[in-house]
């Protein structure tokens, strides 16, 4: 394949709510564009982008897909991510690939938690935005009413670009404002696209809406400004050129209507995108670090330009790994030119990486390619050690690229397994997913030695077992629920002492230090001060106290979780010159820091998640009264049409198992999507039961 140049590439995330349409809408824009030979449906699991085993039983997107296509010369990587709360790592990597996004919102269900969500990562990413309100055909559909509520929840500067002929049942078509380009009546399909003249009947409700669409656009520039207000009007150049220079400074966010299903609306989208959406050129230069330098010093800042003049830095956001295939890594080119079987630095972890072969790939369906330059998106083959997140780059011209930070694990749960050797396949195969899941974590519980998985929710975790039994073969499944409990002090405490003294014959160990310990703001973390005066303890051994104590803080003291959030003041000690050593200034650290924990009022801090639950108004009284049940906070409630939205702080270990609940309360109405956002002291019978059910015991190392 021939390598395109970087001003006819689009780069665009379909985001947007499960169920919103975003994977029927991307591949609508596959097959009108030719890419495919006929259109995918979720419905009849004929999808080529939802297209492993479990997207296709659950009929959702479980990771980010894809693919490219061409329109009107210009080639458009198209990346379709999931809407499910539980899978948007992906969705958060993917935006930073990206040169704009497609907001996708369904016709018949609005604006859903999701929806804000991705919605304000994209706009605090300063990406370019387009909204499509799909599914205007279904049953029930209100597209006119969905683009009120965006524009009143998400506060968006909204200019609809098309009128749509009928909604619901009796849909017809578009007719777009500003090209004045009709496609009524007919399914879209390859060679069936061409746009008719616009109905005799409908020609006034045309000039009625673009007469918005040019005030909409002649309000974002002082000179298009003075011109309308002079002329009454803006030719067709102006009017394109104020969209595209709107749209990039997100000064407006055009909507357009859709069926993926239909498909309809299809081409005046991929119009849109083509005409609209800035080329990678336009992009301003990629921030990131220098890696290199004193280890435990911060990375030197550093900027650099999306261009092929540039040296080549690779950014990997997406991983798939196949039994048959092997790893399958997608990757933007932020600079220089990516060519296949070279070797880059990963700047990330500091290791060489070769790049083997290099395709685009729709579907099952790849094609090679000899190099890529700035601005593409390339499929990469059989990378050894690059993972999700991580920035390939020149080795001279070392750059790693500031990825968009990812949504933090939520739940976590045991992993149960039995037979002969499972421990071992299970352990591998999870590690595995790790790689290609950057939602994923795998860990090992230190007293029980239990296989504990982290995700962003439960149908995270249920999905990486029903993978793990499909790929090894071995029936295991999810145990009790892990929290991430942490544990503080409230008290100061001050002279306390910690003596390590040890002999048995030859050289002992003698270490005694003296500390403070107090407690810090929430999420300050931990501080140690150094005060020791006159050499009362080594130099060199001070450091050892420190890490002593940091270790003692990882085990935990009430139920063996970490201790956070507090300052120790180290200031006087004694030594011996012949027994003391590293390890002896370790142990006096860790007995200082437990007999100052002991007294320093410990308790245990729970993650507190914020909540917000969109319901009919009708289960208000439910929803709300069953927050409060699981020792939530109402923080407030708003109501759009017929729904209400409660938004809500609530203990994490309260809301475990309440999609569930939320279904039942609501007859499967009600969505809702949460993020940890603050640690809080347990109340005293939920710190004790936790401290029960723990087993914990703080252990005295031995004298």
Not at 33 to 59: F, I, N, Q, Y
Not at 660 to 686: E, N, R, Y
Request: proline share 5%; charged share 25%.
């Amino acid at each position: 394949m021939t390598t395109t140049a970087p001003s006819d590439i689009r780069n665009v995330a379909l985001i947007g709510h499960k169920g919103a349409g975003k994977t029927s809408l991307a591949e609508a824009m596959l097959f009108v564009a030719k890419a495919t030979p006929k259109l995918g449906k979720v419905d009849d699991k004929s999808s080529v982008l939802d297209d492993s085993a479990e997207e296709k039983d659950h009929a959702a997107s479980l990771e980010a897909s894809v693919a490219y296509l061409h329109w009107n010369g210009k080639k458009v990587n198209v990346v379709d991510t999931p809407g499910e709360g539980s899978f948007l790592a992906e969705t958060r990597l993917a935006l930073g690939a990206v040169d704009a996004a497609v907001l996708v919102v369904s016709g018949k269900d609005g604006v859903q938690p999701i929806t804000e969500r991705v919605f304000g990562w994209a706009r605090a990413q300063g990406l370019p935005i387009l909204v499509v309100v799909t599914k205007v055909d279904a049953e029930n559909a209100q597209p006119d009413d969905v683009v009120a509520e965006i524009k009143a929840r998400l506060k968006a500067p909204l200019a609809v670009m098309e009128h749509h002929v009928g909604e619901g049942l009796d849909y017809q078509g578009i007719i777009t404002l500003r090209t004045k380009k009709a496609w009524i009546g007919k399914p879209e399909a390859p060679n069936v696209i061409a746009a008719g003249a616009v109905p005799a009947d409908l020609a006034s409700v045309l000039e009625t809406g673009r007469g918005r669409l040019v005030d909409d656009v002649a309000g974002t520039n002082d000179e298009l400004t003075e011109k309308y207000l002079t002329e009454g009007d803006l030719t067709q150049e102006e009017l394109d050129q104020g969209l595209r220079d709107a749209v990039r400074e997100g000064k407006i966010v055009p909507v357009y209507f859709a069926s993926g299903t239909r498909p309809s609306g299809v081409a005046a989208l991929l119009d849109g995108i083509v005409e609209l959406i800035p080329p990678p050129t336009a992009h301003s230069t990629w921030k990131g670090t220098v890696p290199g330098g004193k280890v435990g010093s911060t990375p030197a800042a550093a900027e650099r330009p999306s261009s092929i003049d540039a040296p080549t830095a690779v950014f990997v956001f997406k991983t798939s790994i196949d039994p048959h295939a092997g790893r399958t890594s997608f990757a933007r080119v932020l600079s220089g030119t990516l060519k296949a079987d070279s070797s880059l630095l990963n700047a990330s972890t500091g290791n060489a990486e070769r790049v083997g072969k290099l395709f685009n790939i729709v579907g099952k369906d790849a094609k090679a390619v000899d190099e890529v330059k700035a601005g593409d998106i390339v499929a990469l083959a059989k990378l050894k050690s690059t993972l999700s997140g991580q920035t390939l780059s020149d080795e001279k011209h070392a750059f790693q690229f500031t990825a968009p930070e990812l949504p933090p694990a939520l739940f976590s749960r045991g992993v149960k397994f039995e037979g002969k050797g499972a421990e071992d396949k299970v352990s591998s195969a999870l590690y595995k997913l790790t790689e290609e899941d950057p939602g994923l974590t795998v860990s090992i519980e230190e007293t029980t030695r239990e296989l504990v998985v982290s995700g962003l929710g439960s149908l995270h975790l249920e999905i990486t077992v029903e993978r793990i039994r499909r790929r090894v073969g071995i029936d295991c499944r999810l145990g009790a629920p892990h929290i991430a409990y942490k544990e503080t002090i409230t008290k100061r405490v001050a002279g306390v002492e910690g003596k390590h003294k040890k002999q048995t014959g030859g050289h002992g160990q003698f270490g005694v230090c003296y500390i403070d310990m107090e407690p810090m703001p929430r999420g300050e973390g931990f501080v140690f001060e150094d005060a020791v005066v006159g050499g009362a303890i080594p130099r060199q051994f001070i450091p050892s106290v420190e890490k002593g104590i940091v270790k003692s803080m990882a085990k935990g003291f009430l139920a063996g979780f970490p201790l956070v959030d507090l300052k120790v003041r180290l200031y006087d000690g004694k030594y011996h010159d012949v027994d003391s050593s590293d390890a002896a200034f370790q142990m006096a650290g860790s007995k200082a820091f437990k007999a100052a924990a002991a007294q320093a009022g410990a308790v245990l801090l729970e993650p507190v998640v914020k909540m917000q639950v969109v319901a009919p108004s009708v289960a208000t009284g439910d929803v709300i009264g069953d927050i409060n049940s699981r020792r939530g906070r109402i923080l407030g409630t708003d109501t759009v049409e017929d729904q209400t939205i409660v938004n809500a702080y609530v203990p994490l270990s309260e809301v475990l198992e309440y999609e569930s609940k939320l279904k039942s309360m609501t007859q499967g109405k009600g969505t809702f999507s949460m993020s940890v956002d603050h640690l809080a002291i347990c109340p005293p019978m939920v710190q004790d039961k936790v401290i029960k059910d723990s087993g914990f015991k703080v252990t005295e190392e031995e004298d």
